[in-house]
């Protein structure tokens, strides 16, 4: 099993005095001002639970939006503070961008077009040509950042996510002595459904412009490479995953991401949570009942309202269940200013009122919903105490949520009812795969987690954690790396870089 300490070890070994830089949109603490104090928090994603290990583990420098208010107090005149705020490992320098820039960039390229384009959930993209600019414009900025960061010493840059795919080939044009791999979030789709982006071929030559190119599985890899060989003149090599671009080489390869599992464990075994448990049970009323779960960002691509609408069908087709289970649903609001979003909140509303008004009775309601960021202890509480827990994403890279809920489950109890949809379906064989669109499946599904005996909970829950022990962030971050400096090595950068080091 890959440990923090094997995954420093092969850093030493593989990257020697390059230089470790991980760039992203958003960073892994925020500080926000409370009483006007600068107070930090870690966002809700994937990325952090996924990089942040990997960057205390190696150090370096990670460069990302100051999008708190209370950045500007804690940074140094180089925009840069060291990180985690409690036990300090690495450093995380800022860009800054304007309000214009956080809208066109964020909020309408990312957000409006890219994350609605990349995800089959039947949100319809916009592609608004100043949003597109300032894209543009803000990749460039974090691609000056980088350059001055890296000077002319060798590094490793990691891009992060759908954000910066122009990125890449900034660097390159830039002839810096640098290594470049992407790390794809998010899923990569059909290109019949990739080529309505009018900055197609852009976004293909940005990402092209790495040396490694990652995503989940494969199945978005080969999305990715039929998309370029339809957009581009390229040769694509399907054999070993790999696109010749000009003179350059991309290996695409797939990557499932995940977690600190050891780290997930130990926190959950914790009396601190243990506390935390019986404090919830009594102040929400959640004491003697059976609970499922579901934490999401809320997001139209976490199928949380076709959760809501099995849930309700549960009840309506096994009403002995009414006063004895209970939904729990805890979010994290994001990207509200958009309008999908407004809606989506709206919608979710509704359908908790609807089904709670419908169902509950004194002193018991079948959806306990909080969309208010709950802290982290309160979070792996719920997990604990959680008879099932629900991922019903209608697309979604790899959704992290289930593996976290496998890796805080030390007592081998639990089911989880997993999307086919999600990445972790092709690892989590032993959850309750069912296709969130099918809510009379789901609803069955949520009575076969509440009915099943604990044995078969206990064997199901035993091969799960065995699976994301051994597949651990520290592996995932291993292969990357192991990867990209394999292939960097037969690249022109990496070729002169070793030379002039004088290594082979
Ligand atoms: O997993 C995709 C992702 O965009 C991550 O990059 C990010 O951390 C997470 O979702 C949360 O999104 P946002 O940064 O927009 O709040």
Same mark, same amino acid.
Do not use: H, W
């Given at each position: 099993m890959w440990t923090k300490q094997d995954l420093q070890a092969l850093v030493q070994r593989q990257t020697g005095d390059y230089r470790l830089v991980i760039v992203s949109n958003r960073q892994p603490y925020i500080h926000n001002?409370?009483?006007?104090?600068?107070?930090?928090?870690?966002?809700?994603?994937?990325?952090?639970?996924?990089?942040?290990?990997l960057m205390q583990a190696c150090g370096g420098t990670w460069i990302a939006y100051g999008g708190g208010q209370g950045d500007r107090y804690i940074v140094d005149q180089d925009n840069r503070v060291m990180v985690p705020p409690d036990d300090p490992a690495y450093s995380l320098r800022l860009v800054w961008l304007t309000e214009q820039e956080e809208q066109g960039y964020y909020y309408g390229f990312s957000n409006e077009a890219l994350w609605p384009l990349c995800h089959n959930a039947y949100t319809e993209p916009v592609f608004d040509s100043r949003d597109w600019r300032t894209y543009q414009q803000v990749n460039r900025k974090f691609a000056d950042l980088v350059l001055d960061e890296v000077g002319d010493r060798p590094a490793v840059?990691?891009?992060q996510d759908y954000h910066l795919a122009l990125l890449p080939q900034y660097l390159r044009e830039a002839d810096a002595p640098i290594i470049t791999g992407q790390f794809w979030h998010i899923p990569w789709p059909h290109a019949e459904i990739f080529r309505i982006c009018p900055w197609q071929s852009e976004l293909v030559e940005g990402l092209l412009g790495n040396n490694l190119l990652g995503f989940h599985i494969g199945d978005h890899c080969s999305n990715f490479m039929d998309t370029?060989?339809?957009?581009?003149? +390229?040769?694509?090599?399907?054999?070993?995953?790999?696109?010749?671009?000009?003179?350059?080489?991309? #290996?695409? *390869?797939?990557?499932p991401i995940s977690i600190d599992f050891d780290d997930i464990c130990q926190f959950s075994e914790s009396p601190e949570v243990t506390e935390e448990m019986v404090r919830i049970q009594d102040e929400w009323g959640l004491g003697g009942q059976i609970i499922g779960l579901g934490i999401d960002r809320v997001d139209y691509t976490k199928g949380i309202p076709h959760r809501f609408r099995a849930i309700g069908r549960f009840f309506e087709k096994y009403p002995q269940y009414l006063g004895k289970v209970v939904f729990v649903q805890a979010g994290v609001l994001s990207r509200s200013d958009i309008e999908a979003y407004q809606q989506l909140g709206g919608q979710i509303d509704h359908l908790v009122d609807e089904i709670n008004g419908r169902f509950g009775r004194a002193g018991w309601?079948?959806? +306990?919903?909080?969309?208010?960021?709950?802290?982290?202890?309160?979070?792996?509480?719920?997990?604990? #105490?959680? *008879?099932?827990?629900?991922v019903s994403s209608l697309h979604d890279g790899m959704n992290l949520v289930a593996k976290e809920f496998v890796a805080s489950r030390f007592d081998d109890d639990g089911v989880l009812i997993l999307s086919p949809f999600a990445g972790a379906a092709l690892e989590l064989t032993q959850s309750l795969i069912v296709n969130p669109y099918a809510t009379e499946e789901m609803a069955e599904a949520i009575r076969d987690a509440v009915t099943m005996p604990q044995t078969e909970r206990r064997y199901r829950m035993q091969q799960m954690r065995g699976t994301?022990?051994?597949?651990n962030i520290y592996k995932w971050a291993a292969r990357l790396l192991v990867e990209l400096m394999q292939c960097a090595r037969g690249s022109k950068v990496g070729r002169s870089l070793y030379a002039s080091a004088g290594m082979r």
């Open positions: 001002l409370v009483d006007g104090q600068p107070q930090f928090v870690i966002p809700a994603g994937g990325l952090t639970s996924a990089l942040d290990p840059v990691l891009t370029a060989s339809r957009t581009l003149p +390229v040769r694509v090599d399907q054999e070993y995953n790999r696109i010749d671009y000009r003179d350059d080489t991309t #290996l695409v *390869r797939p990557f309601q079948p959806i +306990v919903y909080k969309p208010d960021d709950l802290p982290a202890v309160t979070l792996m509480a719920l997990r604990r #105490l959680s *008879r099932f827990c629900i994301v022990r051994e597949n």
